[in-house]
């Protein structure tokens, strides 16, 4: 952690602090209003500031004709259902759950890694996919005991999680010889394609004029979800030593938790606290990384 420039520190915070008080914001956002409408608008506005973020780094735009294909691809599994479904996720549950439940995806990204890609796991990475799953078993059980829950919420929560990391599988292995965050806007570009054709089929019945609360949790999305955080998050991806990427992921469902808790007055159970120190200990099992090898031990390797 000591080898963080001072822009490092300043735009990790920054990221951590408006992906996590960005799931109350979400819950502000599609009470009320139509979910698919809401990450509609969310694009409409924050896709070209993501693109004036480009002009003004001067990173090209352009994408030669024979990636298209893949960029599709990758732009379904990162995008595509994952803007889709968790927005719906947001709807049915409580915005420290939804948090709860996107974070899923490094685990889900770890197994796929090893039964797809034939990564190998280690012990400690296993117990922490075991974590994991129990403590999506602790809200699951609440929301089916619970008359007025919602396990579709859960279903589509898990869902979105698992296709993000097959997507981050994907993206991690993509030979398209273009900067990410060329690849980023094209794939938010397509999304927000994709979120108007949704929206307009499923939901343009229900359009109506957005309310002053929905248009500031539309402009918080906008602003700083597409025109910061996702900018922001591929350059530190470039340079965050692996303990700091950790730290901002672990720190983002927390502070979805309790910043739900706090503005939006979200009951916290005692399966909500179960499962968020669950989830800390699976994230942590797998991001954190191993201790290195001591020196005999590389000597020995090399030997070998």
């Not at 300043?10 to 809401?38: E, S």
């Not at 906008?222 to 700091?244: I, S, T």
Request: overall charge positive; aromatic content about 12%.
């Amino acid at each position: 952690m000591h080898s963080l420039t001072t822009r490092q520190w300043v735009l990790l915070v920054l990221l951590t602090l408006v992906w996590g008080l960005n799931w109350p914001v979400l819950k502000l956002g599609v009470t009320g209003y139509p979910p698919l409408t809401f990450r509609m608008l969310c694009l409409l506005i924050g896709t070209p500031i993501l693109g004036l973020g480009l002009l003004a780094m001067k990173v090209p735009f352009r994408v030669p004709r024979q990636y298209w294909r893949e960029l599709l691809v990758l732009a379904i599994f990162n995008m595509f259902i994952w803007h889709a479904l968790i927005i719906l996720a947001v709807q049915y549950l409580s915005s420290g759950r939804s948090a709860i439940l996107g974070y899923t995806m490094p685990i889900f990204s770890a197994l796929i890694g090893a039964f797809i890609f034939q990564n190998q796991l280690s012990k400690r990475a296993w117990g922490g996919v075991f974590a994991a799953a129990l403590g999506v078993l602790l809200l699951l059980w609440h929301e089916l005991s619970n008359l007025s829950g919602k396990p579709v919420g859960v279903l589509l929560a898990l869902i979105s999680a698992s296709t993000w990391a097959l997507g981050t599988q994907l993206m991690r292995r993509t030979t398209i010889p273009l900067p990410t965050l060329t690849l980023s806007f094209w794939m938010t570009a397509l999304t927000t394609l994709v979120m108007m054709v949704l929206a307009f089929v499923f939901e343009s019945d229900r359009w109506q004029e957005p309310s002053p609360t929905h248009w500031a949790a539309i402009l918080f999305n906008a602003f700083l979800v597409f025109g910061f955080a996702h900018a922001a998050w591929f350059y530190l991806a470039r340079g965050l030593p692996p303990v700091a990427s950790t730290l901002s992921v672990m720190m983002i469902p927390i502070l979805g938790v309790f910043s739900g808790a706090w503005a939006l007055n979200e009951i916290l159970h005692w399966q909500d606290w179960a499962a968020m120190a669950l989830m800390v200990v699976s994230i942590a099992s797998v991001l954190w990384p191993s201790q290195p090898a001591s020196f005999d031990q590389a000597e020995d390797a090399k030997k070998a």
